[in-house]
């Protein structure tokens, strides 16, 4: 079982920048392919990035280029940088892990955390 907590988020103007981070309960945490995934109201969750226990990344194309992800496996944790924030970024961002690794890095996430609200204004 791995316990994920998010922090990080809150209200910004748009071009603004914010910084998540995903803490892990699991020792283990390198072992893990680690990703970001958002839900605005009344949408679906959608993928944002992952980073791999390789430390390969890979974003959406709706962030790619304002967005970077990144991993600490001393610290356990796992960073997303946003920048150039937009309004359409406006989202509650969830972490996820999931032990196994697939072609696809968007699907086979087992833990998540609770999220973290995040809000641009225009």
């Known amino acids: 079982q791995v316990h994920l907590v998010e922090s990080g988020g809150g209200l910004v103007q748009a071009g603004g920048s914010l910084r998540l981070s995903c803490a892990a309960s699991?020792?283990?945490?390198?072992?893990?392919?680690m990703g970001w995934f958002r839900q605005a109201p009344g949408t679906e969750r959608e993928w944002v990035s992952t980073?791999?226990?390789?430390?390969?990344?890979s974003y959406a194309g709706s962030v790619k280029g304002r967005f970077t992800v990144s991993r600490d496996n001393v610290k356990n944790t796992m960073y997303l940088q946003m920048n150039s924030l937009k309004p359409e970024d406006t989202a509650v961002y969830y972490c996820?892990?999931?032990?196994?690794?697939?072609?696809?890095?968007?699907?086979?996430?087992?833990?998540w955390g609770q999220g973290t609200q995040v809000t641009v204004s225009s």
């Open positions: 996820a892990a999931r032990a196994r690794s697939f072609g696809d890095v968007t699907v086979g996430y087992v833990y």
């Open positions: 699991e020792r283990t945490f390198s072992d893990y392919d």
């Open positions: 980073v791999t226990k390789r430390y390969a990344t």
